[in-house]
């Protein structure tokens, strides 16, 4: 079956827009992550979602970020106002309700702020 | 200090080679312990996980967790050039409904013909 897709693969934007990154589950997970991965700093937890509500958003980086899932499926991520800090490779994931050690990645999105 | 370390790398071997990878940490509520590989410009895909101490062998692969040391090791036997890939160690503990995963830096490993 299909796996995690994300949209855009790629996304440059100039320092303070707004941008949306999308995230398709695999069918049927119930659980949805996100994470950051950028040089040096490996993967970093932002937010889960189990259903359409995110029981933890503690790896937010700041109000800036926020996230949304609907239907306990598609998940988007927005940025507001843009850093150059924000650079990185937004990665989403999906799992079963009691696979959490097993999460499916999808390829990411590589977002650049200039 | 970070909750886990893990050496980079970059680590070179030549096909057929015993490679090992290893993380550290430092929470000992950790309960859980993963194993991912990353090819380049892909999301990290799940190798093995192993709950608590112990070790557990899928293939060429065997994981290994000594939690008295708070030390994790991966071996690959007769590494294979399809092996070269980024290795993230990631754990996580067993309270309550975390589902929060920490993850070491990622070891490069190149496996050359």
């Known amino acids: 079956g299909a796996g995690v897709s994300q949209s855009p693969s790629n996304k440059v934007t100039e320092k303070g827009k707004d941008v949306e990154l999308r995230c398709d589950p695999i069918?049927?997970?119930?659980?949805l992550y996100w994470y950051r991965q950028s040089l040096g700093q490996g993967l970093e937890f932002l937010i889960y979602?189990?259903?359409?509500?995110?029981?933890?958003k503690s790896g937010l980086p700041s109000d800036r970020f926020s996230a949304e899932r609907t239907g306990g499926s598609v998940s988007t991520l927005t940025i507001q106002r843009t850093q150059q800090e924000d650079s990185a490779v937004y990665l989403c994931a999906s799992s079963s309700a009691r696979g959490v050690n097993e999460q499916f990645f999808g390829p990411g999105t590589r977002l650049t702020v200039l | 200090q970070k909750e886990v370390e893990q050496d980079p790398g970059p680590l070179s071997v030549p096909e057929g080679a015993i490679v090992s990878l290893n993380c550290t940490y430092s929470?000992?509520?950790?309960?859980?312990f993963m194993w991912y590989r990353q090819y380049s410009r892909k999301g990290p895909e799940l190798l093995m996980y192993t709950y608590s101490s112990g070790n557990k062998e899928d293939g060429r692969f065997t994981a290994q967790v000594d939690k008295s040391s708070k030390y994790i090791s991966l071996f690959i036997r007769d590494s294979q050039p399809s092996d070269s890939a980024t290795y993230l160690c990631?754990?996580?503990?067993?309270?309550?409904?975390?589902?929060?995963?920490?993850w070491g830096l990622g070891t490069s490993l190149a496996v050359n013909p």
């Open positions: 929470n000992s509520a950790f309960q859980y």
């Open positions: 069918s049927g997970h119930t659980a």
């Open positions: 979602f189990q259903g359409n509500s995110a029981p933890d």
């Open positions: 990631a754990m996580r503990n067993n309270a309550g409904n975390n589902r929060k995963l920490i």
